[in-house]
């Protein structure tokens, strides 16, 4: 826990770190900001196109009774990858970007990671945000809202620890940021985003229920519970969601603690 | 009160023969070790009081930077410990951290809070670093655009100005221009009389004989000497002597192999090396303040040459620059190939006793220059009798004792 007091020590250049991110990655462009909701507008526009059109994809009915946009659906499990896919990889290459830094000057190795995450997360409220106010036009709105700032801890949580900890063994072996890459490619189709678990269950249960067991399944089913489905998760999921990632947490900032003791050197 | 108390320290690096791991090597290559152990610092054990300042030399690579590095928390000692005392700030590199598309004014927030400051302390910091660094009228602009320079001292005013109680600075004065130096080591006296502790590892020994209070020789990793500068430094430089002597280099001040340039038109001129002598041709290690010395300029060329003029810049140990002779013009007449030399003649070297430095150029009549600047060659003065006071004697006549008559 200690390593969780120094990183709030240094709050200071966590809040730097992010700025100098937002600040410059967009400098010199004409849209400047707007990029950050074109690219996850343009990911949406062709998943909808590909699977909502090509293949006519048939998400459930909303909880309002009637609204059965794909895209909206679509939407509800999108911005939750994108924050754990953002956090996770941002963690891997943000490590190895401070390589010079952590060189010349001692701070805590993990505020870059936690720095990306501050702004992976701004973009994830910004979307949910998007998400929330259209869904309430369509009068689809429920007390479930609640759980929003619960599911956001935690997939930020279990995002951070498996980001830590991948992170660090990138470091030893870089080949880790291309499995990872390849991984997330696999779990992305392997989650129901694109399609609802319900095609899954079709085919076989016993499928239906491993998928489930995803803890990225159950972040992507909370978001369609809050937003679409106007449902409760079950008990399970609603001790189990934090529980696992207060767990990948933990251990993810142990294993990083125990190899990014000498990391600078191997930078 | 101790300020940096290194206790026993060692640290090991690994030298990786075939660097870096890849999974399949992890599996294939198990169990085999693919690097060979190397101890950057062995067994060191100092102490540093607070409030005073502490200077390492040794040879490049003789463990110092690993040793401030370890101070700093940047590494960790493999054996030992080092316990400090109070706030640290370290320059091992001005401008570690700055981020090119952003403003001097967020760098500084940024660099800032990379020591470790809030950003209410940085907000009253602020004027001041910018004032420092003169920059005022570029601190909104993108640091990309700034010059070499004003990146450097951007870097340099946030460092200082961070409130530390524990300075490391790692060699990184010697890269601004001279007034920038001068300011930085007048920053470092005033930080020193303020009661900061200050380490600096540096290869201008006039810096650790004027600046310092206490100093470590590190060689290959272990303490050689330490403690009053001044002895330090001399054994130093006796080390460095007796290891020159070793290669057979016992009477040259030559200490690099000078860069080759190449003139124009396929010709080249080079600066070989720099021998001292007496005016009898006899090689001398050193010279005399107000004694005769002589310096020969060995230098050669390729192809033909139109008597070129040989420039002598006379440097202070930190790079100062002190004074420039020249050879008289040169003459039309072509020289051909071949090696030459030039003797630089002193009637009495009026120099005060330390050490300084010697860089030679060369430029044709036309004073294009042909060859750029040789490296900087050692020259000790030694005091014997009488001797100089401040750097230069000065070429001043006195008339004395004129009675001042009631209108002249």
Known sequence: ?267 | MIAIDVQDVSKKFRLYTDKPGSVKELFTKFGRPKYEDFWAVRDVSMQIKEGTVHGLVGHNGCGKSSLLRMMAGIHTPTTGQIVTAGRISALLELGAGFHPELTGRENIYLNASILGLSRTQTDELLDRIVEFAGLQAFIDSPVKHYSSGMFVRLGFAVAVHVDPQILLVDEVIAVGDEEFQRRCLDHLRTLKAEGVTIVLVTHAMGIVQGMCDTATWMDHGRVMAEGDPLRVVSEYLHGVNDKEAERDLANEIVSFHPTTAVAPGHTSLRVEKLVLQDPDGEHVPFGISGAPLDIRVDWSTVGEFAEPRLVMHLLSSAGLHLATTYTPDGSPELLGEGRWSALCRFDSLPLAPGAYKIQVTATDVRTNVIFHKSDEYDLTVRAEGHSIEGVFALPAQWIHGLRRGESA
Request: with cysteine; hydrophobic share 55%.
């Open chain 1, 1 to 267: 826990m200690s390593s969780v007091s120094q990183l709030w020590a240094y709050r200071s250049l966590i809040y730097n770190l992010t700025q100098r991110e937002l600040k410059s990655r967009y400098k010199k462009s004409i849209l400047g900001w707007l990029w950050s909701l074109i690219n996850p507008a343009a990911v949406l526009a062709i998943y909808s196109f590909v699977f909502g059109v090509v293949f006519r994809a048939e998400p459930p009915v909303a909880g309002n009774g009637h609204t059965k946009s794909y895209a909206l659906y679509l939407f509800a499990g999108l911005w939750v990858w994108n924050y754990f896919n953002g956090t996770v990889m941002g963690a891997i290459n943000s490590l190895q970007a401070s390589g010079p830094l952590l060189n010349k000057v001692f701070f805590p190795p993990a505020c870059p990671a936690v720095a990306n995450t501050v702004t992976v997360l701004l973009q994830a409220m910004i979307e949910s945000a998007i998400l929330f106010v259209v869904m309430a036009a369509l009068g689809c709105v429920g007390w479930q809202l609640v759980l929003f700032p619960a599911l956001i801890l935690c997939i930020t949580l279990f995002s951070l620890g498996v980001g830590l900890a991948l992170s660090v063994y990138n470091v030893f072996y870089r080949d880790v940021n291309y499995l990872v890459s390849i991984g997330m490619n696999v779990l992305f189709y392997a989650t129901p985003i694109i399609y609802p678990l319900s095609l899954v269950a079709e085919q076989s249960s016993t499928a239906a229920r491993i998928i489930q067991l995803s803890p990225i399944a159950q972040f992507v089913r909370w978001s369609r519970d809050i937003f679409w489905n106007l449902n409760w998760p079950n008990t399970w999921s609603m001790v189990g969601v934090p529980v696992v990632s207060i767990l990948a947490f933990l251990i993810g900032l142990a294993i990083f603690n125990r190899k990014s003791r000498d990391i600078a050197q191997e930078l």
